[in-house]
Structures are given as structure tokens and as C-alpha cells.
């Protein structure tokens, strides 16, 4: 079944769009690192399979699609981890932990949720802390032009979709702090999304595109 899906997902993308895909040299050898990305559109699921060619991946998706069957059906086949974004989900986490040691790559979208006006908007902590805290290497991916208004009016002309795929320089964040660990938390996570941002036509940066980091990164 996996093979099958994964040349399914192969054959509609390339048939749907036009995938340019830079900075592979980027992704470190072996699994157990994440992939930390911005979710532009419903496209970018099926993306990681088709950039990462292989099954050693898992991504956290909204416990809410667990709901439908055909969703919980794939989910199985696909490595989704459906969590709970709204309460703390230890079981979810453990789950993470657990498969990242046995050296699978976590793929994830800090923003929780696909931007409905096509902007980057604020991520949220729970990757930064992971990865604090478990020492997990980073890398950064930013992706373009998987706009559901986009993607959709192309479909509707009959026209491929040109889906832009960026990886930057992993990095690993430092030890999580004893004091001032919210404030701290959250510079990790600004972090995560300015190395993304960068990445991303101007127009997509969203509630980063102001962000002094940001800048820092342009200017070297």
C-alpha cells in the first residue's frame, strides 16, 4: 500500500504542478532531525513525500481530521500522528519522541494551521521546545506557491501549479533555560520562523516580514 501511495502522490503532483526543489545538500545524512516548515496550503502534506522520496517521515496533523475515515484510514499508511493543538497531548509527544529516536524525521508546520490570507502567521512554541530540549537538529524549508487560490484557479485552467521547495542550513537550538523560559521559548520559535521566512517571497512572510531577525538573516 505505501508503494503504491507513494507513486500515486508522484504521478498527480507532477501531472498537478511544476515542483522546483532546492538546497538537498542541506538535509543531514540520517533521519532524526526535523523539517520545520510554513503551511501555505493543503498541498503541503503530500509535498514531503514527493521532496523526500522515502517513509522515514511522520508529521503531526489536527486530531479534527482523525474524525473522517478515508483521513484515518491514510493515516496509518502516510506516518500521521493526529495531536491535540489546543491541550497539552503527552501521549502525542511521547509518540514523537519515541519515533525520532528510533531515527525518523519529524516534519512539521509550527504555525499549527494552513494560512487562510497566504501570510506566515505567528509559530507556536511546541517544536522549539522539543527540539530544545531533545538537542534535535533543524532544518528550515520554505515552500511557495501552494496557495489553495492559486493551486485551484490553476486547476480550473487547466495549468501546473509552480511550487517553489527551499531547505536552508540546519541548526540545532541552545539548552532550554531554567528562568525566563517563556520569553526564551519564544525567541526560539521566532527563531525557527525567521530562518523560514527569509526563504519565502516577500509577500508570504506575513506576521515576520517586519521582524529584525529577519532582516539580520537577509543582510548576511
Known amino acids: 500500500m505505501k508503494k503504491f501511495l507513494r507513486w500515486l502522490i508522484h504521478t498527480v503532483l507532477k501531472i498537478l504542478t511544476k515542483i522546483e526543489t532546492k538546497g538537498y545538500e542541506n538535509l543531514p545524512e540520517k533521519g532524526g532531525f526535523v523539517i520545520a516548515v510554513n503551511h501555505l496550503g493543503f498541498l503541503d502534506t503530500p509535498m514531503a513525500f514527493y521532496a523526500l522520496d522515502n517513509w522515514n517521515l511522520f508529521i503531526p496533523v489536527a486530531e479534527k481530521w482523525e474524525k473522517i475515515p478515508i483521513l484515518k484510514w491514510l493515516g496509518k499508511h502516510l506516518n500521521l500522528i493526529f495531536i491535540d493543538r489546543f491541550n497539552p497531548d503527552l501521549k502525542s509527544m511521547r509518540e514523537m519522541i519515541k519515533r525520532m529516536d528510533e531515527g525518523q524525521t519529524l516534519v512539521i508546520a509550527p504555525e499549527g494551521t494552513r494560512a487562510r490570507d497566504e501570510k506566515m502567521a505567528q509559530g507556536k512554541p511546541g517544536v522549539a521546545y522539543l527540539a530544545s530540549k531533545m538537542n534535535w537538529q533543524i ?3 520554505a515552500v511557495s506557491g501552494t496557495e489553495d487560490r492559486i493551486f485551484l484557479g490553476n486547476l480550473k485552467r487547466l495549468r501546473r501549479t509552480h511550487i517553489k521547495l527551499t ?3 540546519s541548526f540545532k537550538l541552545p539548552p532550554f533555560p531554567k528562568e525566563n523560559r517563556e520569553e526564551i ?3 526560539y520559535t521566532d527563531e525557527i520562523m525567521c530562518r ?3 526563504m519565502l517571497p516577500e509577500k ?13 538573516l537577509l543582510s548576511d
Open 196 to 198: 523560514i521566512a527569509v
Open 185 to 187: 521559548l519564544q525567541e
Open 204 to 216: 508570504n512572510r506575513g506576521y515576520y516580514a517586519e521582524n529584525p531577525r529577519v532582516k539580520e
Open 167 to 169: 531547505a536552508g542550513k
Open 139 to 141: 532544518v528550515p524549508v
